[in-house]
């Protein structure tokens, strides 16, 4: 696999049909938008906050983050049902509510 390939699949959106949320900051206070079919990712990085991340799809772990409110769309492939119940990696997830507090 080329470099190009991988890289291109870390810029690729979630699902170009999935509709604008606000992402809540409980620590910081922040409000940042997900734009349609845009990672929390993509829009947290683009907000300035620095998350750590490796893969990119889901199965690493790396940018595992706590929610604490809203009603989070898992696409991961490394999370237990139990661990749903308060993680989501943000690379992947998304949102089926219009806000989703994150514990940052």
Do not use: N
């Not at 509709?19 to 409980?26: I, R, V």
């Not at 910081?28 to 906050?49: D, F, K, N, P």
């Amino acid at each position: 696999m080329s470099i190009s390939s991988v890289s291109s699949r870390r810029r690729r959106s979630i699902d170009p049909d999935t509709k604008p949320f606000t992402l809540s900051l409980a620590r910081s206070g922040a409000e940042i938008q997900v734009r349609a079919g845009q990672t929390m990712l993509a829009a947290l990085q683009e907000g300035g906050i620095d998350i750590a991340t490796s893969c990119c799809g889901g199965i690493c772990g790396a940018c595992k983050v706590g929610w604490i409110e809203g009603k989070p769309v898992h696409r991961d492939r490394i999370l237990s049902p139990y661990e749903r119940e308060r993680y989501l990696m943000v690379c992947v997830a998304g949102s089926d509510a219009e806000r989703l507090v994150l514990d940052l």
